[in-house]
């Protein structure tokens, strides 16, 4: 079992730039979460997808944030244009059905300056 | 508005003491009730988790107490160890969706 896989694991851009984070959730996984971290906020759920579909965006900050996963085994996150508000640890999870525990990856620490 | 609200915020504990981290929730829809541990530039980790049909759960070291009536839960570290130095999040489910604590920063001191 690899886990769930995060890239890049840093990322430093400017600002106004594109920013995309990549998951691979774990086979057989059919829910998939992105959170994010800020020592402000702590853990905040943006987006979550069920079986590829997104179910609950209402925690995506505004509209320069997008997500999609086009296939079981893929998501992204999308930021565009970025800025240095959004500079934090962003992190996927996936898991089973509702009764199980998020699996979490090792996280996208982005920096936007 | 905060779902679910963890103290301490840090926390410094001497080897071989208890370690003792609390949190209390409102929603009583939430089901299930996880305890996440989180090294740094690591995603965090299920560490021990409860149900509110059950006032206590202890795995190794770790026990999550249960107060269904208080609408809080603990987690209390026994024997801690330099290697238990991490961030602890406490969690609350509520249908597909986990609210999670501020974090508790814990040093357990050699």
């Known amino acids: 079992d690899a886990g769930v896989i995060q890239s890049p694991r840093h990322e430093v851009t400017e600002m106004g730039q594109e920013v995309t984070l990549r998951c691979k959730p774990i086979?057989?996984?059919?829910?998939l979460f992105w959170y994010r971290q800020t020592m402000m906020r702590g853990l905040e759920l943006l987006i979550y997808?069920?079986?590829?579909?997104?179910?609950?965006d209402s925690g995506m900050p505004e509209d320069r944030f997008s997500a999609k996963m086009p296939n079981a085994s893929f998501s992204t996150l999308k930021i565009q244009p970025s800025e240095p508000r959004d500079s934090a640890v962003y992190f996927c999870?996936?898991?089973?059905?509702?009764?199980?525990?998020?699996?979490f990856g090792n996280g996208t620490r982005l920096t936007v300056t | 508005q905060q779902q679910v609200k963890q103290s301490p915020q840090s926390l410094i504990v001497q080897k071989g003491g208890i370690s003792i981290i609390n949190c209390a929730y409102e929603n009583t829809a939430f089901d299930y009730f996880p305890w996440y541990q989180q090294f740094p530039g690591k995603g965090p980790a299920l560490l021990i988790a409860i149900r509110p049909d059950v006032s206590e759960k202890k795995e190794g070291r770790f026990t999550i107490s249960f107060n269904k009536s208080a609408k809080q839960f603990s987690l209390h570290i026994m024997d801690s160890q330099p290697g238990d130095s991490a961030t602890y999040f406490c969690?609350?489910?509520?249908?597909?969706?986990?609210?999670f604590g501020t974090g508790t920063s814990l040093t357990v001191i050699p």
């Open positions: 086979s057989g996984h059919d829910y």
């Open positions: 969690a609350a489910r509520s249908g597909n969706q986990f609210y």
């Open positions: 997808f069920n079986n590829n579909v997104p179910i609950d």
């Open positions: 999870a996936s898991t089973t059905a509702p009764s199980s525990s998020l699996h």
